[in-house]
């Protein structure tokens, strides 16, 4: 979040929301409005309607579009940005993602493309998050780290702050090392910038100092956007750290551009539902020891990383968007970049929230699917809201192996799905490979009811999901699916997460009824017949015999688990070989 110390009414943030401190505008899952698809510097690029322009399959397409449009320089600049205030999750990762897509379209065009991404690190920690994470990506309470010293340096900027957990220079270093991890597990290569170092290898210096000799203007100009901000007011636009509490102050009294300096009052911060005091101290600045508010930080960023397009979240699109183009123009004299609002998205239909635990990180996501399958989620439709569910991950996976199917031509499909396949296939894999396997993902966890790497294997080949002719290398890479599946089973306590008793039959205890049941299903099964018809026939046989259902059902569960409960059990016999099943039902082994 970086909303500026200027302007407490304003919640906007700088970059993706964590719903935690943003419920409000985090809950809506309806689609953009698209009553700005009009206006010629409305940020909802993909939203409008032009009507003269082609459509392409892809949405990076579009956007690629848009930029040559404005003759770039090269190397063409593709940024995002983020405040490193807390545990960067998946929807951080949305903006990076976009960016790349946009990035790597424009690659194949035959652009040099650079991709950064900001962390917004000078801006001032405004309060104590109640969760943070180590760089594992192990979420730990703020009771568990010194939360006192962090408590001592609210209102400092995040490069400012000692890392909670000791491990990297500053608090915003150790958010922006576990985005950077992110950004390379999926494979995307990004220039990290510290917006800190911006300032202190005096990169915004010049800017900073327009922006003061045009501080009437800048006024000005911000006046139309925030009331506080009076057009002939005292504002001054930028914000000098406390030579004596290390503070971001907001009351300047004095300005020598001359001297390069600024002279300012330690005053007390409004941040959000409570006041940072400031410690009263009067003192002189340079324009590296402070920050530009984050209304005209943005646009200078713009300006001195020479940015060409921006995706952002919809906050910025009614509040910093709309004063950014402005600064760009009226205060700096640069273009805006072409901008792009993009739609959050909701964790298993809950905005994302670190305190409220409803939270996922890259790395933790990667446990559970291959990078390809989470790069593909970031393909679909930027200006839909959508969600990304764990617990229905197994939808998401058979999506991307459809997806990939329809790119090899083994399914039927419209011609939309044909054309979006043979476009954002290749920017999603490695390499296209015509010969890899993919075991569906909810068999993948029912092999993951067993350890034995063998028999997962023998189960797959049996079950006709690896042919003869594999090599060794797309049976081991189909096997890495058994893996993710478990750790899905294991993290959403679902219907897989059972471990399949397979070495040696548990100790039962049947009656005469029930055992005589058992081997009617056992034949039953042994015909070969679907997950429904075996489910139907559990309900059959107990009924045919009088065994009470549950007592039948938990037959079952006890000869496969040893356990109660379990899966569905229908479904689960289906997808076990049948000699097995047929053996078991049998209690021969
Ligand atoms: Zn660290
Ligand atoms: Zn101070």
Request: proline letters at 6%; a negative charge.
């Given at each position: 979040?970086?909303?500026?110390?200027?302007?407490?009414?304003?919640?906007?943030?700088?970059?993706?929301?964590?719903?935690?401190?943003?419920?409000?505008?985090?809950?809506?899952?309806?689609?953009?409005?698209?009553?700005?698809?009009?206006?010629?510097?409305?940020?909802?690029?993909?939203?409008?309607?032009?009507?003269?322009?082609?459509?392409?399959?892809?949405?990076?397409?579009?956007?690629?579009?848009?930029?040559?449009?404005?003759?770039?320089?090269?190397?063409?600049?593709?940024?995002?940005?983020?405040?490193?205030?807390?545990?960067?999750?998946?929807?951080?990762?949305?903006?990076?993602?976009?960016?790349?897509?946009?990035?790597?379209?424009?690659?194949?065009?035959?652009?040099?493309?650079?991709?950064?991404?900001?962390?917004?690190?000078?801006?001032?920690?405004?309060?104590?998050?109640?969760?943070?994470?180590?760089?594992?990506?192990?979420?730990?309470?703020?009771?568990?780290?010194?939360?006192?010293?962090?408590?001592?340096?609210?209102?400092?900027?995040?490069?400012?702050?000692?890392?909670?957990?000791?491990?990297?220079?500053?608090?915003?270093?150790?958010?922006?090392?576990?985005?950077?991890?992110?950004?390379?597990?999926?494979?995307?290569?990004?220039?990290?910038?510290?917006?800190?170092?911006?300032?202190?290898?005096?990169?915004?210096?010049?800017?900073?100092?327009?922006?003061?000799?045009?501080?009437?203007?800048?006024?000005?100009?911000?006046?139309?956007?925030?009331?506080?901000?009076?057009?002939?007011?005292?504002?001054?636009?930028?914000?000098?750290?406390?030579?004596?509490?290390?503070?971001?102050?907001?009351?300047?009294?004095?300005?020598?551009?001359?001297?390069?300096?600024?002279?300012?009052?330690?005053?007390?911060?409004?941040?959000?539902?409570?006041?940072?005091?400031?410690?009263?101290?009067?003192?002189?600045?340079?324009?590296?020891?402070?920050?530009?508010?984050?209304?005209?930080?943005?646009?200078?960023?713009?300006?001195?990383?020479?940015?060409?397009?921006?995706?952002?979240?919809?906050?910025?699109?009614?509040?910093?968007?709309p004063s950014g183009i402005?600064?760009?123009?009226?205060?700096?004299?640069?273009?805006?970049?072409?901008?792009?609002?993009?739609?959050?998205?909701?964790?298993?239909?809950?905005?994302?929230?670190?305190?409220?635990?409803?939270?996922?990180?890259?790395?933790?996501?990667?446990?559970?699917?291959e990078p390809e399958v989470?790069?593909?989620?970031?393909?679909?439709?930027?200006?839909?809201?959508?969600?990304?569910?764990?617990?229905?991950?197994?939808?998401?996976?058979?999506?991307?192996?459809?997806?990939?199917?329809?790119?090899?031509?083994?399914?039927?499909?419209?011609?939309?799905?044909?054309?979006?396949?043979?476009?954002?296939?290749?920017?999603?894999?490695?390499?296209?490979?015509?010969?890899?396997?993919?075991?569906?993902?909810?068999?993948?966890?029912?092999?993951?009811?067993?350890?034995?790497?063998?028999?997962?294997?023998?189960?797959?080949?049996?079950?006709?999901?690896?042919?003869?002719?594999?090599?060794?290398?797309?049976?081991?890479?189909?096997?890495?699916?058994?893996?993710?599946?478990?750790?899905?089973?294991?993290?959403?306590?679902?219907?897989?997460?059972?471990?399949?008793?397979?070495?040696?039959?548990?100790?039962?205890?049947?009656?005469?009824?029930?055992?005589?049941?058992?081997?009617?299903?056992?034949?039953?099964?042994?015909?070969?017949?679907?997950?429904?018809?075996i489910q139907e026939e559990?309900?059959?046989?107990?009924?045919?015999?009088?065994?009470?259902?549950?007592?039948?059902?938990?037959?079952?569960?006890?000869?496969?688990?040893?356990?109660?409960?379990?899966?569905?059990?229908?479904?689960?016999?289906?997808?076990?070989?049948?000699?097995?099943?047929?053996?078991?039902?049998?209690?021969?082994?």
């Amino acid at each position: 979040m970086s909303p500026e110390p200027n302007a407490p009414d304003d919640t906007e943030a700088s970059s993706a929301p964590d719903g935690a401190d943003e419920p409000a505008a985090t809950a809506e899952t309806t689609e953009l409005d698209a009553d700005e698809t009009t206006d010629s510097s409305s940020p909802y690029t993909l939203q409008r309607e032009d009507g003269s322009e082609t459509h392409h399959a892809f949405w990076a397409d579009d956007v690629a579009d848009r930029v040559e449009d404005r003759d770039p320089d090269e190397p063409i600049v593709i940024k995002g940005g983020i405040s490193p205030s807390g545990v960067p999750h998946l929807g951080n990762v949305n903006e990076i993602m976009r960016g790349y897509f946009v990035a790597e379209v424009l690659r194949e065009r035959g652009h040099e493309v650079t991709q950064v991404f900001t962390a917004d690190d000078r801006d001032p920690l405004r309060g104590l998050p109640r969760t943070l994470c180590d760089l594992e990506g192990n979420l730990v309470d703020l009771g568990e780290v010194n939360a006192g010293a962090l408590g001592r340096n609210l209102g400092s900027p995040y490069t400012d702050i000692p890392d909670p957990f000791g491990c990297c220079e500053s608090y915003g270093d150790h958010f922006s090392q576990i985005i950077e991890d992110s950004a390379a597990a999926v494979d995307v290569p990004i220039e990290f910038v510290s917006t800190t170092e911006l300032y202190e290898s005096g990169d915004l210096e010049e800017i900073t100092r327009h922006v003061l000799e045009n501080r009437d203007t800048a006024r000005e100009v911000l006046s139309k956007y925030q009331d506080k901000v009076e057009e002939n007011g005292e504002y001054v636009p930028f914000n000098p750290i406390c030579e004596e509490c290390g503070k971001i102050t907001e009351t300047v009294t004095d300005v020598d551009l001359e001297a390069g300096t600024v002279e300012y009052r330690c005053t007390d911060m409004d941040a959000g539902d409570q006041t940072i005091e400031g410690c009263g101290h009067e003192g002189t600045a340079t324009l590296r020891d402070g920050k530009l508010p984050w209304r005209f930080e943005w646009p200078a960023q713009w300006q001195a990383l020479g940015v060409d397009f921006e995706p952002f979240g919809k906050d910025h699109a009614e509040g910093s968007w709309p004063s950014g183009i402005d600064v760009a123009e009226n205060v700096l004299g640069i273009e805006p970049p072409v901008p792009m609002v993009y739609e959050w998205f909701t964790l298993d239909g809950e905005p994302f929230s670190s305190s409220a635990g409803n939270v996922i990180l890259v790395s933790d996501v990667l446990e559970l699917i291959e990078p390809e399958v989470l790069r593909y989620f970031f393909t679909k439709d930027p200006s839909k809201a959508r969600d990304f569910s764990v617990e229905r991950l197994d939808l998401l996976v058979d999506e991307f192996d459809r997806f990939e199917a329809v790119y090899y031509g083994e399914v039927e499909a419209s011609e939309d799905e044909r054309a979006f396949a043979e476009r954002v296939y290749p920017l999603v894999v490695d390499e296209p490979d015509e010969d890899r396997i993919r075991l569906p993902y909810t068999f993948a966890a029912v092999l993951g009811m067993t350890d034995d790497p063998a028999l997962r294997e023998e189960i797959a080949r049996r079950e006709g999901h690896i042919p003869e002719n594999a090599s060794e290398q797309a049976i081991e890479d189909a096997l890495g699916r058994v893996e993710q599946a478990r750790n899905w089973a294991r993290r959403t306590e679902n219907e897989f997460d059972y471990e399949l008793k397979r070495e040696a039959i548990p100790d039962h205890d049947f009656d005469a009824t029930t055992e005589i049941a058992l081997e009617e299903l056992a034949d039953f099964v042994e015909e070969g017949h679907g997950p429904d018809e075996i489910q139907e026939e559990i309900y059959e046989t107990a009924k045919r015999h009088d065994v009470d259902m549950g007592s039948f059902f938990g037959a079952g569960y006890r000869l496969f688990f040893d356990e109660e409960q379990g899966p569905k059990l229908g479904p689960f016999l289906a997808k076990v070989d049948r000699e097995f099943v047929v053996a078991r039902l049998r209690r021969e082994r």
